[in-house]
């Protein structure tokens, strides 16, 4: 049952993440507004009914409730700020939910300047990759206040099922850092693991029938490696994104005077494919570092 307080969505940014998202909520009875930078990346969900907006300001000013779903920090605050932005022309008392992985600085910004326009605002950072987008079963990370959070709890329920308020503005971002910091050494692990298989005469299939069930599993072993094991680098999660969120995470920690030797060695390999030319790519292809002679 959709509430009516909260029953226009707008989304902006339908990319692998954000169109998936958009259409668990359209399938849940929403009204969806979108708006993306390239219009042909929403007609599917156009198709399906959603309601395509000209601008940010359009789709900010007749939603209920705004969600971003954008690339880079500097994405969210060309969509937050100014006269055209999601702040300035959100109704009054309105939700707006950033949910891409960006700085906890800029969501500190966010939500202070939402809060002097009467517009509550959350940051929500997901993880589960284009897998639990399209299932509705993304980890959902969220920073803000405890009102806002339980207003919009069902709208975080359609796209996620562990979802967790963290704390304050910011935290939902800090949160999803040190997910990235986990993921970016398991990353270096996988890798090796399916090439010392492969090297060692193994069927990598059947190493991962053994291993994802032991002391070893984790989320990237069972569902990327199957895909680097047949060269699928299709992106679930963009190579050039991860860098994105490895280097806001290494500034993060310096900042906290932190050393994370595993962060820097594993931005530095994804760097390295970006080089060559592979930013596209999905984090998977990683191993292609592992392979090369």
Same mark, same amino acid.
């Given at each position: 049952m ?10 902006v940014?339908?990319g692998?993440?954000?169109?998936? /998202? ?14 993306? @930078?390239?219009?042909?990346? &929403? ?15 359009d ?8 969600? *971003? /779903? ?6 969210v605050e ?11 022309? =959100?109704? =009054? ?8 992985t ?11 300047? &939402?809060?002097? @326009? ?15 987008a ?6 959902? /990370? ?6 806002v ?28 850092l040190c997910n990235?910091?986990?993921? #970016? *050494?398991?990353m ?35 569902? !990327? =490696?199957? @895909?680097?094991? @047949? ?13 994105k969120?490895?280097?806001? #995470? !290494?500034e993060s ?8 030797p595993?962060?820097e ?7 390295? !494919? =970006?080089?060559k ?17």
């Amino acid at each position: 049952m959709v509430s009516e307080n909260l029953s226009t969505i707008g989304f902006v940014g339908t990319g692998v993440m954000g169109k998936s /998202m958009a259409n668990n909520l359209l399938n849940e009875g929403y009204s969806v507004l979108v708006h993306t @930078r390239t219009k042909a990346k &929403a007609e599917e969900l156009i198709e399906k009914g959603a309601i395509w907006k000209d601008s940010v300001a359009d789709l900010a000013s007749e939603a209920n409730v705004t969600i *971003s /779903m954008v690339g880079y920090p500097s994405d969210v605050e060309e969509i937050y700020f100014g006269e055209k932005g999601i702040i300035k022309n =959100a109704i =009054a008392n309105s939700y707006i939910i950033d949910m891409t992985t960006s700085s906890p600085s800029l969501a500190e910004k966010i939500y202070e300047e &939402a809060h002097s @326009r009467h517009v509550h605002s959350l940051d929500a950072p997901v993880s589960g990759g284009d897998i639990g987008a399209k299932s509705g079963k993304l980890a959902i /990370m969220v920073g803000g206040d405890p009102e806002v959070f339980d207003a919009v709890k069902p709208i975080f329920d359609v796209m996620g099922e562990n979802i967790v308020l963290q704390g304050n503005a910011g935290s939902g971002q800090h949160t999803k850092l040190c997910n990235q910091i986990a993921i #970016a *050494s398991n990353m270096i692990g996988v890798c090796e693991a399916i090439v010392y298989a492969e090297k060692a005469g193994l069927d990598p299939l059947k190493v991962l029938e053994s291993i994802t069930t032991g002391a070893a599993g984790s989320w990237s072993l069972s569902n !990327l =490696a199957p @895909r680097m094991i @047949r060269d699928d680098y299709d992106p679930g999660f963009y190579i050039k994104h991860f860098i994105k969120d490895m280097s806001i #995470a !290494l500034e993060s920690a310096k900042d906290m005077e932190m050393l994370t030797p595993g962060l820097e060695l594993s931005l530095s390999l994804y760097q390295s !494919l =970006a080089e060559k030319g592979e930013e596209e790519k999905g984090t998977q292809a990683l191993i292609k570092w592992f392979q090369q002679k």
